[in-house]
């Protein structure tokens, strides 16, 4: 094998490696549905928020479930400035937070402890049906 071929594979596992350990698993994952008239958005934390970019509907009471598991990182210890939470998750579990009724354009931001990890929920209008 010459050494272009080398460095073309290694570049290829470093890329794949990359998508699976940084949250490109996340690609189309539907992580918001609308219960009882209540909209509900799943984060997932260990190693980081997944997925890192949500996109949720403006105008009715939401609430964020944060799921643990096995979560021993910074990503355990979650701020929400604009709620003025700050906690530290169970290692393994779901936690229940109220974001009440967000306004379009407004979005939310959750950082770990460490401010290493985070995530961003954009609030938008709903489409007409």
């Keep these: 094998m010459n050494k272009t071929a080398s460095i073309i594979i290694v570049f290829g596992l470093v890329v794949v490696m990359?998508?699976?350990?940084f949250g490109g698993g996340d690609f189309g994952k539907n992580n918001v549905e609308i219960?009882?008239?209540?909209?509900?958005i799943t984060i997932n934390a260990r190693g980081g928020y997944f997925p890192k970019i949500s996109t949720a509907t403006a105008g009715i009471p939401t609430k964020l479930?944060?799921?643990?598991?096995?979560?021993?990182d910074c990503s355990s210890a979650l701020a929400i400035r604009s709620l003025?939470?700050?906690?530290?998750?169970?290692?393994?579990?779901?936690?229940?937070?109220?974001i009440g009724i967000p306004k379009a354009g407004e979005p939310l931001q959750g950082v770990c402890g460490m401010g290493m990890y985070s995530f961003k929920i954009d609030f938008q209008n709903q489409a007409p049906q």
């Design 35 to 40: 219960r009882d008239g209540i909209q509900y």
């Design 65 to 72: 479930i944060v799921k643990t598991d096995g979560t021993f």
């Design 84 to 98: 003025n939470y700050q906690k530290m998750l169970p290692q393994n579990g779901e936690t229940e937070i109220d």
């Design 18 to 21: 990359g998508i699976i350990f």
